[in-house]
Structure formats: C-alpha cells, structure tokens
C-alpha cells in the first residue's frame, strides 16, 4: 500500500481505535536510545527513570478524540507499531468497514471492563487496564469485609468482569497482536 492510501487506514482506522494508547494493548512504552527523553518528558510524558525508561499506559499525550497530541514527536515504540488489524487492512486482506467493526467491538468490551472496574472499586483511571485488573483480583482473592449479601454481590460481578476480561483478551490477541501459532492454525 503507498503512503497516501497508509495514511488514509490510519486515519480511518486509528483514529477510531486508540486501544494501543489508551492502557489496553499496551501497559507501558519502554523508550529506546534513539528517543529524546527529556524532550519527551518536556512534552509531558511522565518517564520512569530506570535502566530502561518508560512510561505507562494510558498515555497522557491522547486525547479524548483518540489523536496523539505529540504525534509528531513520539517515541520510536510508537512510530514503529502496526498491529496486526491495521497491517490486513494495509495489505488488503482486511476490509476497512470489516475492521472498523473489530475496533467497535473491541472498545466496546473495554469500555465494560472499565465500568465493571469502577463498579467494583477499581477507579484509577491513568493506570492500564491490565493493571487495574490484576489489583482488584488481588483485593477479591483475599475476601471482603462486607456482610455476606454484599460480598455475594461483588462476587458475582467479579464474576462477569472476569469473563468480560477474558474475552477481551481473547479478541485483541486474535485481531491485534496474534500469536505466530495462531497465524499458522488459521
């Protein structure tokens, strides 16, 4: 695909998206040598210092049309990235309407994740997904001081968001970042 017509799935499609930049995909951007840290971190990236800085997801630099408000400027781990939707639309395996009934569908099962969570007690919003998750299966695991009713309830709400967890990660792995082994099976 030429880079005019690139930029036209991308725009179509990305735009509509955002899942690698708003905490579902992706936990965190680790940067590399070729990133200008502190430039990033002037445009308001909060970099962890470490052996290998990074930053977590959701990035702060997204918007709340889905546009990277540093596009230009952003790290090579983002430039970089195709997922694996975005590359069959590029390739023209994939449909774009066919696609953007995947990101629908996608956003939507995220967008339930995220209100289970909240309905649950899991609000920190500017964490990723994955790590909200994981922190209130622990607080679950180790029981509830509520009476026996409520405790009932919040199980079985846990209940449905781990379901709605499990088949979120079934469809970003099968339509964002599959497997090799599940390429060579289909």
């Not at 930053?55 to 702060?60: A, G, K, L, N, Y």
């Not at 195709?82 to 066919?98: D, H, I, M, W, Y």
Request: net charge neutral; aromatic share 6%.
């Amino acid at each position: 695909m030429n880079s005019e017509s690139q930029d036209a799935v991308a725009g179509a499609l990305c735009l509509r998206c955002g899942l690698c930049c708003d905490g579902t995909l992706f936990g965190s951007v680790e940067l590399k040598l070729e990133d200008d840290e502190e430039r990033l971190r002037d445009l308001g990236l909060p970099i962890r210092p470490s052996r290998r800085p990074r930053f977590s997801q959701p990035c702060p630099a997204l918007d709340g049309n889905r546009s990277c408000q540093i596009y230009g400027e952003r790290p090579c781990q983002c430039r970089k990235f195709e997922c694996a939707l975005f590359q069959s639309v590029s390739r023209g395996r994939t449909e774009l309407a066919a696609a953007l009934r995947v990101v629908d569908r996608t956003r939507r099962k995220a967008d339930q994740v995220r209100m289970l969570l909240r309905e649950l007690g899991e609000t920190r919003e500017t964490r990723p997904l994955s790590a909200r998750f994981h922190t209130l299966r622990r607080r679950m695991e180790s029981g509830g001081g509520e009476s026996s009713a409520e405790w009932e309830e919040q199980l079985d709400r846990y209940a449905t968001l781990s379901l709605a967890v499990h088949e979120l990660q079934r469809l970003l792995r099968r339509e964002f970042y599959p497997d090799p082994s599940d390429l060579a099976e289909g």
